[in-house]
């Protein structure tokens, strides 16, 4: 059984910083593609940043980069979101996906706001200003 389960979400002040984590597993993990996505109340999901395990290849969209930084670790099955300088714009439920995509495709499916094939349940994350 597919399950990717996050957790780091939280309460925090514009400025702030949080780390998420998505453990995985039920699926080859090093083969896969794991993105983050996020929706906020009445906006459409939007894709915030994936790695690909197999390779090691990044994305962020434009809005959170530099901000932002996506990590894996192989050994723990698990990617985690480390996220600094946050604005209340960043408010929003956070979700994991995984996607067995190779790395360029599954890079293009998150920039056209596309869907991977497993999710997790999602946490909140709500910046004050």
């Known amino acids: 059984e597919v399950q990717l389960v996050e957790s780091g979400g939280g309460l925090v002040q514009a400025g702030g910083s949080l780390r998420l984590s998505c453990a995985a597993s039920?699926?080859?993990?090093?083969?896969?593609?794991i993105g983050w996505f996020r929706q906020a109340p009445g906006k459409e999901r939007e894709g915030v940043s994936s790695?690909?395990?197999?390779?090691?290849?990044?994305y962020y969209a434009d809005s959170v980069k530099g901000r932002f930084t996506i990590s894996s670790d192989n050994a723990k099955n698990t990617v985690y979101l480390q996220m600094n300088s946050l604005k209340p714009e960043d408010t929003a439920v956070y979700y994991c996906?995984?996607?067995?995509?190779?790395?360029?495709?599954?890079?293009?499916?998150?920039?056209?706001?596309?869907?991977?094939?497993?999710w997790g349940q999602g946490t909140q994350v709500t910046v004050s200003s």
């Open positions: 996906a995984a996607d067995p995509s190779p790395p360029d495709l599954a890079i293009a499916t998150m920039k056209v706001g596309g869907k991977y094939d497993y």
């Open positions: 039920g699926f080859p993990f090093d083969d896969y593609a």
């Open positions: 790695i690909s395990n197999n390779d090691g290849s990044t």
